[in-house]
């Protein structure tokens, strides 16, 4: 029996409904987060959240359904005035806009989006299958069988942040500053990470200058590396503005790095905590592998929620919101929506189809690194159990502090 | 009325639209296929129910909603 073998996977909230605050980043770290959801949901499908600190809040949507008639409404539910609920000048987190297609609505993002969406496609991606298989291997083969490891830091924040600087082109010895600064931008909420809140902005910041100097480099220098084709975008004839630039590259950073490595440490977790999952996938590694990574990915839930702001007065489901107001989908409860998946605390790596939410509800914003997202997730743990197969975690995940991401600091894993 | 007296709806792709992220090519494999050069493909349109359902549920949910039934 391994250590997470025997804690229960959905323990009974002790959460009276209104208590249920989704703007608290604790009501996150509490075991029965999921259960308290399933109860929110069920009796509250649309509510209203508050930041404790600003007493500035959000629409909450939890039911499968909704959230993908909330994601593909864009007119209604816009992009453009940020995708953060927890950022608001009254709480300190404030992040200047990136200005960038994830905070814009069509036409422009449409116009914006395809000049990027080119590099992440089936094709393009099943060209890296044999550089991916590659690097997971060379992570994998530094450690020894029984070597006890510090998983997040060790294996699963790596395979993602080699993979996305080499399709942008960074230079290897400014990888480990901008993993920091990536974690920093998205714990901004953890104490762990920055204390300060605006550690966060600045972080953020950071990302987005060495970005700006970075397109200047590729305009001048060009390589055929992703961001040299992203320096070079015009739009309506016009180039970019560097600042958007810079914005282009901390968001590729950022969404490459810290959403599948929380998907791969999860799928460590769960792989320990249901050891017939993982015979099985020792089984059938190649068989089972796009089903094994689309569960591991629900199951994962990287990304909690996207934000969206208000264009006009709506009323949806018998609740009237306003202009500016803002609203945010929840793919934690989504994707464990008993409606829509058969026992959804159960991880069941054949589970087809699987249209989990974790990418997002569809529409203009559709995760754009699905498919290397998903054969990152498969070749690492096909690499990983073909050289460890008794690999398991040995002690309780730490979690990050966060109503964003269901972020993993650390977990110890022994090969 | 047979089965082959039956109306089928057909299926159709907007490739301007599609961005080839392969969901409906995973949920009816026998419908929609993406070839090499990631443009998808009809391979075959619905002609029973139990398909026709299917592919209503991949139109619905293709994320970009480049699929049309009609």
Redesign the interface.
Known sequence: MTILEDQPINPPTTLDLDEINLADPDFWLRPDYHDALAKLRAARPVSWHEHHDSGKGFWAFLDYEDIIAVT?DWEAFSSKHGIRVHHDAGTGQVRPGTNIMIEMDPPEQTANRKHV?TGF????VRKMETYVREQAIRIVSEFERGDEIEFVGDIAARLPMEIICDIMGVDPADRPHLLDLSNRTLGDQDPDYGVDPLEGTKATLELREYGVQLAAERLENPGDDLFSEIARIEVDGKPLPKEQLGGYFALLIAAGNETTRTAITHGMIAFSRFPDQKALFQSDPVGLE?SAAEEIIRWASPLRHMGRVLTHDIEYRGVRMRTGEKAAVWYSASNRDPAVFDDPFRFDITRD?N?HQS??G??PH?CLG??LARREVWVLFQELFARFPDAVAVADPVPLRSVQVNGVKSLKVRL | MTQQDTVRREVSVDLDVC?????CA??VREVFR?D???VLTIAHQPDTDELDRRVAVAVR?????ALSLH
Do not use: I, W
């Open positions: 593909r969406s496609t089936p094709r393009q796009q189809p249209l990418f997002g569809g529409g559709f699905a498919n | 961005e080839a992220s392969g969901v995973r949920m993406l090499d050069d990631d949910r293709c994320p970009k909603q």
